[in-house]
């Protein structure tokens, strides 16, 4: 095989707009992980690891052809529900939370494949009764969202059952859920939030009564709250310069390498620098919503809208977190953040948008 040839085989089916706007958010994860890490390579090392591992699956899924990507809807879906009812009677209990599931050789966390599973399952289903869509398929895709959502809560892992509610809903949506439907959805809500609130844990309820007045427990349940806003807002127009932020490094931001990070990224490049990150999540987003408007199949079209929304959220609900305007949840601020898991869904999700892209030509339209 010649370099030519290796080269083609190594960038075919692979959707380089996409590629770069990943590759820049992935660089800027190592670049935030030294400075939250106290100049230390300890953490963007492992970090490099999860990146390589997890761009090696996006690379392999964006090969798979389309029809590969349907058949593997049904059994993921399966074994996610498996493996989460798994974890609800045999789980390890770790801080009060029961989502972690030992195999022997290793420990999993099957909420995080859900976050793929969900939407492909539900994709999966309007696929098949797209010529027939009636009230009932809508219910039946609702139910396929809603039992591990159910599942996942219970755990409790509020905000993982959240974000798939999401995914699950933009393909409800998608599939031309009406508006009137929304409407009631969202009315429903609203009159179901007393019973909510009652089925809450005690610390999910002070995550929420910290959005109000994080200052009424302030060496408590507000205190990420307190310093999170403190390094947003002590990075002012410019930052206050790569590896100087002082509520990071002198140890007053809690969680600064994983949910919190964002906050240190705030405080060191400031709001120069916010808009930089913004403009980087745009360019990906954008790249994904181009990818759903070309893609050839109804299926296609609701998983890559899924995907690129999503993405959207991850970004949107830690940044709001982080700055005080949306409870904490728990939530790592996508491609940058450390954790393997997370990176790993996230670029499995981006290497099926790649798939659709460039396997469009393929499939009949």
């Known amino acids: 095989m010649t370099r030519r040839q290796l080269w083609q085989f190594l960038t075919s089916h692979i959707d380089r ?6 590759s820049l958010l992935l660089s800027t994860s190592i670049l935030v992980l030294y400075s939250a890490d106290n100049a230390s390579w300890s953490q963007p090392v492992n970090q490099l690891r999860n990146i390589v591992v997890a761009l090696t699956c996006m690379w392999l899924i964006a090969k798979l052809p389309l029809h590969y990507l349907m058949r593997t809807a049904v059994p993921v879906y399966v074994l996610g529900m498996i493996l989460l009812i798994g ?3 045999f789980g390890e209990i770790s801080h009060g939370a029961r989502r972690w599931l030992s195999l022997g050789v290793m420990t999993i966390q099957p909420s995080e ?3 793929i599973g969900v939407p492909l399952m539900m994709a999966w289903y309007f696929e098949k009764n797209e010529a027939t869509l009636t009230l009932k398929n809508y219910l039946v895709a609702a139910l396929l969202l809603l039992l591990p959502v ?14 798939i509610s999401a995914s699950g809903f933009y393909v409800l949506f998608l599939a031309g859920l009406s508006w009137w439907l929304i409407g009631i959805m969202f009315v429903s809500g609203l009159a179901s939030a007393p019973v909510l609130w009652s089925v809450l844990h005690d610390y999910q309820r002070h995550r929420i009564m910290m ?6 427990d302030a060496l408590g349940n507000g205190y990420h709250t307190i310093q999170a806003t403190i390094a947003v807002g002590s990075g002012g127009i410019l930052g206050q310069g790569y590896l100087n932020g002082t509520q990071t490094h002198l140890d007053f931001l809690p969680e600064r390498t994983t949910d919190f990070i964002f906050a240190v990224y705030s405080e060191e490049f400031g709001l120069i620098g916010n808009l930089i990150l913004l403009s ?3 360019f990906v987003v954008l790249r994904g919503f181009i990818i759903t408007g070309n893609a050839s199949t109804y299926f296609t079209r609701l998983m890559a809208g899924s995907i690129t929304l999503t993405f959207a959220t991850y970004a949107f609900v830690n940044m709001g977190m982080v700055s005080g305007i949306l409870p904490v949840v728990g939530v790592p601020l996508p491609l940058i953040s450390y954790g393997g898991t997370s990176m790993l869904t996230l670029l499995l999700g981006f290497g099926m948008l790649m798939s659709i892209e460039t396997h469009k030509k393929l499939v009949k339209t």
């Open 150 to 163: 159910a599942l996942i809560a219970r755990q409790p892992d509020l905000g993982t059952a959240l974000l």
């Open 87 to 89: 974890v609800a009677l």
């Open 211 to 216: 959005l109000f007045d994080p200052s009424q």
């Open 17 to 22: 707009p996409l590629l770069l706007g990943v």
């Open 113 to 115: 494949l859900m976050k």
């Open 280 to 282: 980087m999540y745009a």
